[in-house]
């Protein structure tokens, strides 16, 4: 159904794969579609299958991405929906993720994934057609007026580098560490 030709669609395409979840878990439960066979593809590991499987080997996209289908999922919508930059998709993470990440770690994240974007998003342009069901989606329905080749993103990156800067040691503390957890980890390094 993904191949090359004019005629295919991508019937999933437009959903990211949290929410492709969340409906296959709906669909598998008996009060609703009650196809308990679905649980199967709610326990396999997430892969694009592009390399050979082995019995000591399978891909896993997230470890190869580098960030979660979780962690997509929320910069896609902060990113297409929100329309949010980097500077301001970091303010944005930091009130999420400042629970359980540093104000730096949101930062690598943030940087990691505009990166990624930035490199890849050309590719957009020549994806199979998806069927378009949410704002967030990433295919760009023709309609996405944005750019598909970025310059840099380093003005954004020194401005929160700045703002962790002014931020002193609570720029860099992990949430829920205390100060005898930091001095065993500093020690550890």
Known sequence: MVDCSSADIN?????????????????????TFGLTLLHE??????????????????QADEADMG??????????????????????MWEKLCYLWGDRLSPQQ?????????????????KMTTITPAYHMEAYGVDDNR?????????????GYRKITRAIEAMGELGTRIPGLSDADKTSEAQQQ
Do not use: C
Not at 77 to 86: C, P, Q
Not at 143 to 152: A, E, G, K, T
């Open 11 to 31: 019937p999933i395409g437009g959903i990211s794969k949290t929410d492709l979840k969340r409906f296959i878990l709906w669909a598998s439960k008996p009060e």
């Open 41 to 58: 593809f709610l326990d396999a590991p997430p892969t694009a299958e592009l390399e050979p499987l082995t019995d000591t080997y399978v």
């Open 67 to 88: 960030m979660t289908y979780d962690e997509l999922s929320v910069y896609g919508r902060l990113r297409k929906i929100n329309k949010l930059g980097v500077y301001s």
């Open 106 to 122: 949101i930062y690598e994240k943030t940087r990691f994934f505009h990166w990624n974007y930035a490199i890849n998003r050309h």
């Open 143 to 155: 309609f996405d007026q944005r750019p598909f080749l970025y310059p840099s993103f380093e003005w």
